[in-house]
């Protein structure tokens, strides 16, 4: 049965907190734990967490805000869930921070934890609603409004996580699927298919891959391994069809082989996709190659303020996709949710995020996009390029009009093919035009006129690289920023590794870190705030010297004459 926390707005008269002497005390306040209580602890929503729990009379639960700052500390400081209960009992700082003024108040079970992930991971699976998402994004929102931070220009960038599984190769995946299969297997069909397993069960499948050198070999053994999955797939359907371990063998079955004539044939590794199974323990994570590296996992986005006029940053929203997921289509999904949040107007990215995904949301949004580079090519210096044109958009992001860099403005029209754009120059103003020779519209055969055929695609990216060129020198320090952000998230987690699997853990824990970054931002803020505070008051305790005492006497005479106190009436007026 669901039960708000309440206790903690009326904290106890005798506590360990407030034995502490005075100094101490305020020390407290003022660190993070402290920042945690009052910025994000105290702005838990918990009555939205109310479904995960029965509506019948039974035993209460323990406090939702508890067990949600619990999720933020374990991934904001990078504990194993024993060192974070460890803390939650005997570390003064973290119970104040979750709103226990005393040592043994609070208490419960480890498991109780495993219990509240399994419901948010359950409530996710049946509606597809994220409630740590909702709840960062509420609590979020509630410190921008508080500590009045603009939000209309924002950044963003991605970055590359690794779940907690093992890299393994086609084969070891494969020799591994094997062996699951046959643990689930009964005592009769076991032994009935014991010629079928033998080769694979003697050792790991680490071990077994380990002795097989050399890429013939390696192949020798994925045909017949293949061979051997098809028959046992085929054995062992009708009764293990429904088994996850089924499953998940016949996906590697279909991913890493061809079917001719009943006969397994191996798939070359460029036939082999990005979405394909990484690790029988991860099913969603997937594999990239960025630059000379390679990846197997996920890829976090996160967006944060970047308005010069604040005096704090804070991250709005993070997501978590399969790491094959394109930066243009993060982008897009993010984009309705930071509208509807924010007074988002410039969003500022890298070249990663420009696409057709992008560009519909952005012209949906009204969101403007600033790129401090562009993907492709650069383009000549000897050639204009359409970039250099100025294209004006219909409702329905059509390109409309383009202007040329010479002024000369015509109605941009659909090509014959239909699948193009194409605009027809005057000629006479053409043949007159300074830059003629480098100008990419050129006359027809049959035609004078001057023709630019272009595609709705790259009428996008030459806007993007006209905004990108314009905004060159005032954005890009703008958006390297959100390097250091990036880093804070991953932080915590050595190598950029998690220590959980899955989509949904992953997307939990990196939220759970942003919270908590942003928190050590509010943080050092309030304290750059209380010193300028404190050397105010300091200065004004200062011992004047008779020349400061004799204007400051002075300027008390000029004020008493100038605006006397009531019912006295003004000399000059005030």
């Not at 973290?94 to 419901?119: C, H, K, N, P, S």
């Not at 409004?145 to 890299?167: E, F, H």
């Not at 509208?339 to 995904?357: P, V, W």
């Not at 958009?393 to 093919?417: W, Y």
């Amino acid at each position: 049965m669901f039960r708000k926390n309440t206790k903690h707005q009326q904290p106890a008269l005798i506590s360990a907190a407030s034995e502490l002497p005075e100094k101490q005390r305020k020390r407290l306040e003022n660190s993070w734990a402290g920042t945690f209580y009052r910025e994000f602890f105290s702005r838990i929503d918990e009555e939205a967490f109310a479904v995960l729990y029965s509506e019948k009379a039974s035993r209460p639960n323990v406090p939702v805000n508890v067990l949600v700052g619990l999720e933020a500390l374990k991934s904001g400081f990078g504990w194993s869930d024993e060192e974070l209960y460890e803390n939650y009992c005997y570390n003064l700082q973290v119970r104040y921070a979750l709103g226990y003024d005393r040592l043994g108040d609070g208490d419960f079970e480890i498991r109780t934890l495993y219990y509240f992930r399994e419901r948010l991971s359950g409530y996710n699976a049946e509606k597809s609603i994220n409630l740590l998402e909702q709840a960062f994004e509420q609590i979020t929102d509630a410190q921008i409004t508080t500590l009045k931070v603009r939000t209309g220009m924002q950044r963003m960038d991605s970055t590359q996580i690794a779940s907690n599984i093992v890299s393994a190769s086609r084969l070891q995946l494969l020799v591994e699927g094997l062996q699951r299969v046959e643990r689930i297997l009964n005592e009769s069909a076991r032994a009935r298919l014991a010629e079928n397993f033998a080769p694979y069960i003697r050792e790991s499948a680490g071990h077994y891959t380990y002795r097989v050198k050399g890429k013939e070999a390696i192949q020798g053994h994925l045909q017949r391994i293949g061979q051997s999955i098809y028959s046992l797939l085929q054995e062992i359907r009708s009764t293990y069809g429904t088994e996850s371990a089924f499953q998940v063998l016949e996906r590697l079955f279909t991913e890493n082989f061809n079917l001719v004539e009943h006969q397994a044939r191996p798939k070359e590794n460029s036939e082999i996709t990005s979405g394909c199974l990484q690790s029988v323990d991860d099913l969603e994570a997937t594999y990239r190659t960025k630059g000379n590296a390679h990846y197997k996992g996920y890829v976090a986005n996160l967006s944060e303020t970047c308005d010069p006029a604040n005096e704090l940053q804070l991250i709005t929203k993070v997501q978590v996709a399969a790491n094959n997921v394109d930066d243009s289509q993060l982008l897009a999904d993010a984009l309705p949710n930071l509208k509807a949040r924010s007074d988002l107007e410039t969003m500022i990215t890298d070249g990663g995020y420009g696409g057709e995904a992008s560009d519909t949301a952005l012209q949906t949004e009204q969101v403007i996009l600033i790129q401090t580079a562009i993907r492709g090519r650069s383009p000549s210096v000897d050639k204009l390029h359409l970039s250099a044109f100025n294209i004006k958009f219909n409702p329905e992001a059509k390109p409309s009009k383009i202007t040329c860099p010479q002024g000369q403005t015509v109605p941009v029209q659909t090509s014959s093919h239909q699948k193009a754009f194409v605009t027809h120059f005057d000629p006479a103003i053409c043949q007159a035009c300074p830059l003629l020779e480098h100008c990419p519209a050129k006359p027809g055969k049959r035609d004078e006129r001057h023709h630019l055929h272009f595609t709705q695609a790259e009428a996008r990216a030459a806007e993007r690289r006209s905004m990108s060129q314009e905004h060159a020198h005032d954005r890009h320090n703008l958006r390297s920023a959100v390097e250091a952000s990036v880093r804070s998230l991953k932080h915590p987690f050595p190598a950029g590794k998690l220590p959980v699997r899955g989509k949904f853990r992953m997307t939990c824990m990196i939220i759970s870190s942003a919270a908590m970054t942003n928190v050590r931002r509010i943080q050092r803020y309030s304290a750059v705030k209380i010193k300028a505070a404190q050397a105010i008051l300091n200065e004004k305790d200062q011992p004047m010297t008779p020349q400061d005492s004799f204007f400051a006497a002075l300027g008390q005479f000029l004020a008493g004459w100038l605006c006397p106190p009531p019912p006295y009436t003004s000399v000059v007026g005030c």
